[in-house]
């Protein structure tokens, strides 16, 4: 898995958008303005996506590659080494989770207008 792949895979969610607020070496996908996935982009990659907390330390306990969040908050944020073995599936999948958190606490003005897209 490829930091190009996380890439495509973020932007093609509704209301999607990328940049670096941070500088050039971390690449942030917001959703309506919420970040909900940040990447750095020096090897070895890893990605930081939002969780459920009662899922926080589940995903720690399974998977080695999964650590407590970089720079974020780690009752709600997990840092997923890319290349450490787990499968491309459930990484995917987590991306979803941390889109769909960050969605379902948009304002009723956010969600209808990310409705509209």
């Known amino acids: 898995m490829d930091i190009e792949i996380i890439r495509d895979y973020c932007l093609k969610k509704k209301g999607v958008t990328e940049g ?3 500088g050039e070496g971390t690449l942030v996908f917001k959703v309506m303005n919420k970040l909900f996935c940040l990447s750095n982009l020096e090897p070895p990659i890893s990605i930081n996506l939002k969780c459920k907390p009662e899922r926080v330390l ?14 974020m908050n780690k009752k709600h944020w997990n840092t997923i080494e890319i290349n450490s073995g787990i499968p491309e599936k459930e990484i995917l999948s987590w991306i979803d989770d941390s889109y ?3 969605v379902d606490k948009l304002t009723q003005k956010d969600k209808k207008e990310l409705d509209s897209l």
């Open 20 to 22: 670096f607020p941070f």
């Open 58 to 71: 589940e995903l720690r306990e399974k998977y080695e590659g999964v650590i407590p969040g970089y720079h």
């Open 100 to 102: 769909n958190l960050v």
